[in-house]
C-alpha cells in the first residue's frame, strides 16, 4: 500500500511559480503510474498531469499545458509538479495519486492527502 505526502503548497502572485513533491512512503512505487489532480473551491476534482511508470508517456490537461510540467525520480520514490506562470484560476487543493493504469483514464489507487495552492491576482 502506497501512503503519499504532498508539500510545496502556498501563496504566490499571478505569474509565478511552485513545485510541488509527493513522497511515497511504500516499496512499490516505481510500479505505479502516477499523476497530480486538483480540486478548486466549490468544484469537483479535475485532472490535470500523469506520468507512466517509465517516464514514457505523458498526459496533461489543456488548462495546464505549456505551463506545468510532471517529472518522478523513482529511486526517491518521489513525484513533483512544477507549476510555472501560475494564474489565479490555479487555486486548489493539489492531490497526487498513483494508479495501475494511466492516471488520466483509469481509477485511482490511491491518493495524497492534499496541498493548498493559492494564487492572487
Known amino acids: 500500500q502506497e501512503q503519499m505526502v504532498e508539500s510545496g503548497g502556498g501563496l504566490v502572485q499571478a505569474g509565478g511559480a511552485l513545485r510541488l513533491s509527493c513522497v511515497a512512503s511504500?516499496?512499490?512505487?516505481?510500479?505505479?503510474?502516477m499523476g497530480w489532480f486538483r480540486q478548486p473551491p466549490g468544484k469537483e476534482r479535475e485532472f490535470v498531469a500523469s506520468l507512466s511508470r517509465a517516464v514514457a508517456i505523458v498526459n496533461y490537461a489543456d488548462s495546464v499545458k505549456g505551463r506545468f510540467t510532471i517529472s518522478r525520480d523513482n529511486g526517491k520514490n518521489t513525484l513533483y509538479l512544477q507549476m510555472n506562470t501560475l494564474e489565479p484560476e490555479d487555486t486548489a487543493v493539489y492531490y497526487c495519486a498513483a494508479c495501475s493504469g494511466l492516471c488520466v483514464s483509469t481509477p485511482v489507487n490511491y491518493w495524497g492527502q492534499g496541498t493548498q495552492v493559492a494564487v492572487s491576482s
Open positions: 511504500g516499496r512499490t512505487f516505481s510500479r505505479y503510474h
